[in-house]
């Protein structure tokens, strides 16, 4: 039996940021079809929140591993840190703070 493939289509982004040692989130890590679904998959697992935005993927895709988002993404990023601090504030009123 042939093992299912993934979507080609299915782009996935992960940045990282240390407000204490970088000045702005870099690119973590970065893939499509099967990469894109481990990297979903493992954020899933590690209780990091999920985001879809497939405007922003496309744009973050096109940056280099490790590299600092440039000034213009500053905005766009700046919203998505938002939603993951609103899901951790939610994780940690009830009780479910991620490791």
Do not use: C, W
């Amino acid at each position: 039996m042939k093992p299912k493939s993934a979507d080609p289509r299915v782009k996935a982004v992960a940045l990282k940021y240390k407000p204490e040692e970088d000045y702005a989130p870099k690119i973590a890590a970065k893939g499509q079809g099967l990469i894109a679904e481990k990297i979903i998959r493992t954020a899933r697992e590690h209780g990091v929140p999920v985001q879809e935005d497939a405007s922003l993927v496309e744009v973050l895709s096109k940056l280099d591993l490790n590299e600092t988002i440039p000034p213009e993404l500053y905005q766009l990023v700046a919203e998505l840190l938002s939603f993951v601090y609103r899901a951790d504030r939610k994780l940690e009123e009830e009780g479910n703070a991620r490791p």
